[in-house]
């Protein structure tokens, strides 16, 4: 079975500062990686997305993730936060023929002015 | 362009009342699915729908019930709400025709159950 893990929990990060935020991920095939962004009261928006190819991926609002098969990861950066970045993000992994995805438990990021 | 539409927004419901969630896609998707999100869990399936007629279980199915007449349509019905079943519920839907495709949201139901 598939499965997703995001080890932070909540991370603090000031504007301006450099952010990466970890996945780790179980599946036996290739698997296809999302990170999604959940702002407060909102559902969530696809920030980006690995099906093969290039690892590095570019997302929108200036992410960017790396494909890791070795180390099973797919960690999200982005070089320099703005105070709108503070959300929830998670990764997910679908690998099945019914396109069901499954989700990490998620990360909270606050923006320190 | 109202992509993935919810209703209602926020909900209060007594213990054993029932109650129908509902979603609607403007996109033409064929698959359609329910989430539930709790705090710290991330989001688990509950049910999802290939197409119209066809529905299945997911990892979390116990208490809710779906159908899926048309193709823009995906209602989630609780029948005896329980206390567990307090929850912020999100559908998605998706297109298939061109393998793994990303699933889109709508902003969620807020459900709590007293």
């Known amino acids: 079975a598939q499965s997703v893990t995001q080890p932070d929990i909540h991370i603090t990060v000031s504007e301006g500062a450099s952010l990466e935020l970890r996945c780790n991920y179980s599946y036996g095939a290739t698997p296809y990686l999302f990170w999604y962004v959940q702002s407060p009261g909102q559902g969530l928006q696809l920030l980006l997305k690995?099906?093969?190819?290039?690892?590095l991926v570019q997302g929108i609002k200036g992410f960017e993730a790396e494909f890791k098969r070795s180390q099973s990861s797919f960690n999200l950066r982005k070089p320099s936060v703005h105070w709108s970045d503070a959300a929830e993000y998670f990764c997910a992994v679908d690998g099945a023929a019914g396109n069901k995805l499954t989700f990490g438990g998620g990360t909270r990021v606050l923006v320190k002015p | 362009n109202a992509g993935v539409t919810q209703t209602p927004k926020f909900r209060i419901l007594k213990i054993g009342q029932s109650m129908t969630l509902q979603c609607t896609q403007d996109m033409n998707h064929n698959y359609m699915y329910w989430y539930r999100q709790d705090p710290g869990m991330g989001l688990k399936l509950i049910y999802y729908s290939v197409g119209a007629g066809i529905t299945d279980k997911g990892e979390v199915p116990n208490g809710y019930n779906v159908s899926r007449s048309t193709t823009e349509d995906f209602p989630l019905r609780l029948e005896l709400a329980a206390p567990s079943q307090t929850s912020v519920y999100f559908c998605?839907?998706?297109?298939?025709?061109?393998?793994?495709?990303?699933?889109?949201f709508g902003d969620g139901t807020r459900l709590s159950i007293l």
């Open positions: 690995y099906f093969s190819g290039d690892t």
């Open positions: 998605a839907s998706s297109i298939r025709d061109r393998g793994h495709q990303p699933q889109h």
